[in-house]
């Protein structure tokens, strides 16, 4: 079993910056890939961003490129997401991905991003 652990969820106005971190512990040996994911209220969850733990190889929505940033400490089992220039249509629930070798998805319990204009 993995367990991920959020933080750095809140309130910003548009245009700032916010920075989620989330860790992981348990069975991350066989982790292939680690990542975001949100979901605003009415719409379904959408993928955010991901980082290949062996590599580091990154992938990200179109909608966030340019502006977000997910990176990885693997002595820490820990990926993080720095958000900058956010939009009001980037408020939303994001949750912590880990994808393991057999391709098992676990989650996190999500992290509240409210961007105000």
């Known amino acids: 079993q993995v367990q991920l652990v959020e933080s750095g969820g809140g309130l910003v106005q548009a245009g700032g910056s916010l920075r989620l971190s989330c860790a992981a512990s348990?069975?991350?040996?066989?982790?292939?890939?680690m990542g975001w994911f949100r979901q605003a209220p009415g719409k379904e969850r959408e993928f955010v961003a991901r980082?290949?733990?062996?590599?580091?190889?990154?992938n990200y929505a179109d909608s966030v490129k340019g502006r977000f940033t997910v990176s990885r400490d693997i002595a820490k089992n820990k990926v993080d997401l720095q958000m900058n220039s956010l939009k009001t249509e980037d408020t939303a629930v994001y949750y912590c991905n880990l994808q393991d070798n057999s391709g098992q998805h676990y989650w996190g319990q999500g992290t509240q991003v409210t961007v105000s204009s």
């Open positions: 348990g069975r991350t040996t066989s982790s292939y890939a």
């Open positions: 980082i290949i733990w062996s590599g580091g190889l990154t």
